[in-house]
């Protein structure tokens, strides 16, 4: 027959678990979800189209200058779409849409988070480009600011996130 009594410690291991659910819950949700990935990444892609645009301008390179506006018109959209779903959240109602136009053009094949990856992908391959172009030394000061602020709040919570995981399997 099995033994079902309580034993030392058992109460305190069931509430360490219910608080680690909680905080597990909390990150994966679209409020902080948007937060320190879905908005830092907007403001790369806006900062990045705004810098096409500037160079562009100034090298009377029409081209360019139009794919600077198409990127921050995109990078706007996908803003919008981020204070929607974390909005939305705070409100603890489901959002209808993705986190941006990408993931949302990936419901078309059942696959929004396989294209929410390649939108990540494509984020970081602007944050590269705007590195090895040269382009982030020649941001304006409240430019440089807003990108300091997105890679802090990225990276920061990133750090977070994986501290969290490292220390609830350690347990």
């Given at each position: 027959m099995e033994n079902n009594a309580l034993k030392p410690g058992d109460f305190e291991q069931d509430s360490i678990r219910r608080e680690t659910d909680r905080i597990q819950r909390f990150f994966s949700r679209p409020f902080f979800l948007s937060l320190t990935i879905g908005f830092p990444f907007c403001l790369y892609k806006i900062l990045f189209g705004v810098m096409a645009v500037r160079v562009g301008s100034d090298a009377a390179n029409t081209l360019l200058e139009s794919f600077g506006w198409i990127i921050v018109i995109w990078a706007g959209i996908d803003l919008v779409m981020n204070l929607g779903r974390a909005f939305l959240d705070l409100l603890h109602r489901q959002a209808g849409f993705e986190y941006c136009t990408i993931a949302q053009a990936g419901r078309i094949f059942?696959?929004?988070?396989?294209?929410?990856a390649l939108d990540t992908m494509v984020s970081f391959v602007i944050i590269c480009m705007m590195l090895w172009s040269g382009w982030i030394a020649y941001l304006t000061s409240p430019e440089r600011y807003l990108w300091y602020f997105a890679t802090t709040l990225n990276l920061v919570s990133l750090?977070?996130?994986?501290?969290?995981?490292?220390?609830?399997?350690?347990?």
């Open positions: 059942h696959r929004p988070m396989s294209f929410l750090s977070l996130v994986s501290l969290y995981n490292e220390t609830r399997m350690a347990r």
